[in-house]
């Protein structure tokens, strides 16, 4: 990363509903942003950057924005966000080395319980931090991001498994305090597992179970008998966590249920997958944290049947297309 | 019940897939069997009835048959098959009294734990068999019935829930014989509830999982994820069966799964009800047997479960209609 007293500059990774919006802010506060994109660069070329968000609706002119199409040609950039689908990084290995070069970060914005892992196979380790998005954002063209609601992004170092919490950095701070001042609502965690755990609570019952019953979140939530089964569902998840050496608070799953009850109608980012025929993300949402709890002696019955049941859809919706 | 060396007469409440296919089967022996028809009687006044099986198709011309379409004008039989689904049991004092008279009997084909216990509040307590249908079969027109796999009764006294295993009376023996006359493969058996768990085996994870996936019987053993969900929900009955005091075969999950292989790809009547937009029979089939594990302080969290998001599914068609 450069020196303390010189701006960030950024690698977008992914451009769409979490890239796109934090990579738009960055951008529309001044700094330097290098936007990958992999569909779409022509309209974006044309409308430039349009967001219709909560916190204020702005655009970004064509000419203001860094643009790539090729890996290869992104600059080294001191922070990479990395925003794709998890599903996706088997490609990390042509994604990342270039813009992340000889000495910049990798934060990644992904999903499941330890997306970081690719990363740290790719850059090495001590090199990457994670963040969990808690916000209702898609995007609905390329380069049009329409924020729906909260918008939170909890970051901290990676750490394996087997060590201890990392506490907070000086690059931490730094990154938490830069996507502060571009009007993001970033809070800076010494234990990013139990981030992930938490943002696990909510992604596991309502992600999972929006595609099992066709479902939107609010119907989940105002019908009795799914939103007993959210709330037993994330008893599992605090269980587990508890398990791996993860606390979460008492009232964690009063407050989710309560966050969704107020949250505007949404279709889950699994939903949309499904919807769209693209893989769903299983193996970081559901194959993880069903091993971390299994290598620490938890079982998690109705987790396992919902990831079996979702088996099941990815299969049989794969096999009608 | 008539003396002995008199042949049983039959009253057939509900003349759907399961008692149009054994009514029907009795009355082509040369038994005497009241048909109480909701609906289509008309029809089968002009076709008759026309049985597709795979035990050998038949028709009984319209003039052989007893046809009623009121239940108070149904004579006094010594058997009544009660044969309409469980969610209709609150019909039963309409249904039962003219048919059963004083000293008939109830033979109860209907899904669930203990389905006889509607019956029993009708016509009281000593009067009421029944029995476990492990059969594909379905009701494609009034009087019309296709029967494509297996076949057997096994059907038993009924008691209550703290009372031990009535044993093989004689009426039992009797009715038992009476159908394998009729070339229905009857089967007695002196412990009714084990015989019923032994059902909710097939019955739960399969009527479950075929709403809550959408799918077909054959889809749901042929992917490996939904496979392995419904031997892990298996195991759920077969633990609360046992804390219930009914113990099922070490290999009656490994059998359940091979009958199921082998079965021709079936819509189960769960799925037909809920593609038809009527109630499911989750009362019987889950909220019972759930209910009874939890006194015998069992848990079944899969069952459980699969309960809730079949009472989601019931919930939202209803609200779709």
Redesign the interface.
């Given at each position: 990363m450069s020196p303390s007293h010189h701006p960030l500059s950024y690698a977008i990774i992914g451009a769409g509903a979490v890239g796109g919006l934090y990579g738009g802010m960055l951008a529309k506060r001044g700094a330097e942003v290098h936007f990958l994109m992999h569909s779409g660069i022509d309209e974006v070329r044309q409308h430039g950057w349009r967001v219709e968000s909560v916190a204020g609706d702005f655009r970004l002119p064509p000419e203001s924005l860094h643009l790539h199409n090729d890996p290869r040609s992104m600059p080294n950039c001191d922070v990479t966000i990395l925003a794709i689908k998890s599903t996706q990084n088997h490609l990390l290995g042509e994604l990342l080395p270039a813009a992340t070069g000889q000495d910049g970060v990798v934060l990644c914005l992904q999903n499941g319980l330890h997306p970081e892992a690719d990363s740290v196979a790719i850059v090495g380790p001590g090199r990457v931090l994670g963040g969990c998005c808690f916000l209702c954002s898609n995007k609905v063209a390329p380069g049009q991001i329409r924020h729906l609601d909260y918008g939170r992004i909890v970051l901290g170092e990676f750490t394996a498994a087997d060590q201890p919490p990392a506490g907070i950095s000086d690059r931490l701070q730094r990154i938490t305090d830069d996507l502060i001042a571009a009007g993001i609502d970033a809070v800076a965690t010494g234990d990013l597992w139990l981030a992930r755990w938490r943002k696990l609570m909510w992604n596991i019952p309502f992600n999972g179970?929006s595609v099992?019953?066709d479902?939107s979140t609010k119907?989940?939530i105002d019908?009795?008998?799914?939103a007993?089964?959210a709330a037993?569902i994330m008893g599992e998840v605090r269980d587990a966590a508890a398990a791996c050496g993860r606390t979460l608070p008492t009232d964690a799953i009063e407050k989710t249920l309560d966050h969704t009850r107020q949250m505007v109608p949404y279709d889950s980012s699994m939903r949309l997958d499904y919807r769209a025929g693209r893989e769903m993300e299983l193996a970081g949402i559901f194959a993880a944290p069903l091993a971390a709890a299994e290598q620490a002696g938890a079982t998690m019955?109705?987790v396992?049947?919902?990831?079996?049941?979702l088996?099941?859809?990815q299969?049989?919706r794969r096999h009608r297309k």
């Open positions: 179970l099992a019953l479902a119907q989940l019908t009795p008998e799914s007993r089964l037993a019955p109705r396992e049947m919902l990831h079996q049941q088996g099941f859809l299969a049989h």
